[in-house]
């Protein structure tokens, strides 16, 4: 199959990296974008496909089976507007990808699954965390005891690193928000997942209520508001983003009236080795545990060597440190689920239908984050249950995604 990228910065690398893992898939092309050239030239070199540029979209939708959409979260709609006017005119399509969130909030999210339904495409929602084995394989291990003894009732997700990598992360109006938008998506996902009973629907739990807390904690300080605006050209003294998620949803089974809950913690300001994914969950009588920092790998690197090293990043996302005791993971695609969700595409996409993860489903995990912003927003729990509340969430545009944070964020007053 034949993929083609629109978009050639962190993530598209990174998934470049995973499709060299998947047999089957090739990067056919890609548009021409900040980073094209040099991704075109790795793609190329790793055997990973032609990686012709485009100068528009239509051009790549001709000549390619299914297109990725990597691009700033504020360029989506107009992307997949061209996308589905190349379709519109004849250009045959099977599907189309979407690195998480699906949008900025409900509207522009809506606004993606109908083009996408207007141009009969399917779709892959990508959000990796649900796919990594260590999640999968948990599941599998636990499934008799859960046969036995019921299934998880508390899980645990957190994902936590330094800070992003490009300028429009930090930016909450072309972002969406902060660290909740950004990877409290993952962790509200996976969350939801794990304390999905097997066998059942991706969203059999009903969500009964969320309650979520943000701070600015970090970055809001003068040295670091400084240091942000220097290097990323972003200035949080005026439009500041949470670097501090945290929060609780409540589930019920529909089944047994069972209460089960996720708790969600996601920062920005994670001063350890670098990005970190951990999940845990209970159940009566079993947990499992995962952490990406544990590494059957280590590497120690001394002050007289530290000067060798050119990358630190090569050793682990979103690395903060060169020397010391470092922990390296050799395979980070995979390790996170990267790869297995670009396999699960393929045999979605190949089989005519949806991925295991579709921008339906990806529409309740935006429905989730834009309650906790609300919940964040006005100290108070929100009832998922309530039409108005539903109602309601459908036209919300958190007051930090306008760019109208500063006094959630920084003020004396919303510290409690």
């Known amino acids: 199959m034949k993929i083609g990228f629109v978009g050639a910065g962190f993530i598209a690398h990174f998934h470049a990296v995973a499709i060299e893992q998947v047999r089957g898939l090739e990067i056919a092309g890609m548009t021409r974008r900040r980073g094209s050239e040099a991704l075109a030239t790795f793609c190329r070199q790793r055997g990973l496909?032609?990686?012709?540029?485009?100068?528009?979209?239509?051009e790549l939708a001709q000549r390619v089976d299914a297109i990725a959409l990597f691009v700033p979260n504020d360029c989506r709609i107009e992307v997949m507007e061209e996308i589905v006017a190349a379709v519109k005119t004849g250009t045959a399509l099977k599907g189309v990808i979407l690195e998480k969130?699906?949008?900025?909030?409900?509207?522009?999210a809506r606004r993606l699954v109908q083009l996408a339904r207007d141009a009969d495409l399917r779709t892959a929602y990508f959000e990796n965390q649900?796919?990594?084995r260590a999640i999968q394989t948990q599941r599998n291990q636990l499934l008799p005891v859960m046969r036995s003894m019921g299934p998880l009732t508390l899980t645990r997700s957190a994902e936590e690193h330094g800070g992003p990598h490009e300028p429009w992360f930090w930016d909450p109006t072309r972002q969406g928000?902060?660290?909740?938008?950004?990877?409290?998506?993952?962790?509200i996902a996976v969350g939801r997942y794990a304390l999905t009973?097997?066998?059942?629907?991706?969203?059999?739990?009903?969500?009964?209520?969320?309650t979520a807390d943000l701070g600015l904690l970090k970055w809001g300080q003068p040295r670091w508001r400084d240091k942000l605006l220097k290097d990323r050209g972003v200035d949080y003294s005026k439009t500041p983003a949470e670097d501090l998620a945290t929060g609780m949803i409540t589930y019920r089974n529909p089944e047994t009236g069972q209460i089960v809950k996720a708790q969600f913690t996601d920062s920005w300001m994670f001063e350890?080795?670098?990005?970190?994914?951990?999940?845990?969950?209970?159940?009566?009588?079993?947990?499992?545990?995962?952490?990406?920092?544990?590494?059957?790998?280590?590497?120690f690197i001394g002050d007289a060597a530290a000067e060798a090293i050119a990358d630190q990043e090569g050793a682990l996302e979103k690395a903060t440190a060169?020397?010391?005791?470092?922990?390296?993971?050799?395979?980070?695609?995979?390790?996170?689920?990267?790869?297995?969700?670009?396999?699960?595409?393929?045999?979605?996409?190949?089989?005519?239908?949806?991925?295991?993860?579709?921008?339906?489903?990806?529409l309740e995990v935006q429905r989730l984050v834009m309650a906790s912003y609300l919940s964040a927003e006005r100290g108070r729990a929100i009832d998922l249950t309530d039409p108005a509340v539903l109602t309601e969430l459908e036209s919300y545009v958190p007051a930090i995604q306008q760019g109208r944070g500063h006094d959630q964020l920084l003020s004396p007053l919303n510290a409690f």
Not at 49 to 58: C, K, L, N, V, W
Not at 197 to 210: E, I, Q, R, S, T
Request: hydrophobic share 40%.
């Open 49 to 58: 496909g032609e990686a012709t540029i485009y100068d528009s979209i239509a």
């Open 101 to 108: 969130p699906l949008g900025r909030n409900m509207q522009e």
């Open 130 to 132: 649900i796919h990594m």
């Open 177 to 187: 928000g902060g660290v909740l938008l950004d990877m409290g998506c993952h962790s």
């Open 197 to 210: 009973p097997p066998g059942k629907d991706l969203l059999f739990l009903k969500p009964l209520a969320v």
């Open 272 to 299: 350890k080795q670098g990005l970190r994914l951990f999940m845990d969950g209970m159940g009566p009588g079993y947990a499992f545990e995962v952490n990406s920092l544990v590494s059957s790998l280590s590497v």
């Open 322 to 362: 060169s020397r010391g005791l470092l922990a390296v993971q050799y395979n980070e695609a995979d390790l996170y689920g990267y790869t297995d969700e670009n396999r699960d595409m393929l045999q979605a996409f190949s089989a005519g239908r949806d991925a295991m993860l579709s921008w339906d489903y990806a």
